[in-house]
């Protein structure tokens, strides 16, 4: 440790985080590489997890507006907008209360 500066080397393992969630490769986990792209600060974990989900989409074959597609919540909803309540005995269908 001689010889550096403090937190010179603190932005090694947030970066290799990010090598991480990108080889999980789950939803969830590039939802959170969206994340980072965004809103991270220094701008080296910006441009790494920018890269990364570039990389993500290319493996899956999809643009990156089709990877955002995917990796936005979907609340349980189906494509209407809506969902099936399933309570035991019964049934029950909410609609979507938009448009």
Do not use: C, N
């Amino acid at each position: 440790m001689r010889g550096r500066w403090p937190g010179q080397d603190g932005i090694g393992p947030p970066l290799k985080a990010l090598d991480v969630l990108a080889s999980i490769g789950t939803d969830v986990a590039v939802m959170q590489l969206h994340l980072v792209a965004e809103k991270a600060r220094p701008k080296r974990l910006k441009k790494k997890a920018g890269q990364l989900l570039v990389q993500v989409a290319d493996d899956r074959g999809l643009t990156m507006e089709q990877l955002g597609d995917r990796i936005v919540p979907d609340f349980g909803l189906d494509a209407d907008g809506g969902r099936t309540l399933d309570y035991g005995p019964g049934r029950s269908r909410s609609a979507s209360t938009s448009g």
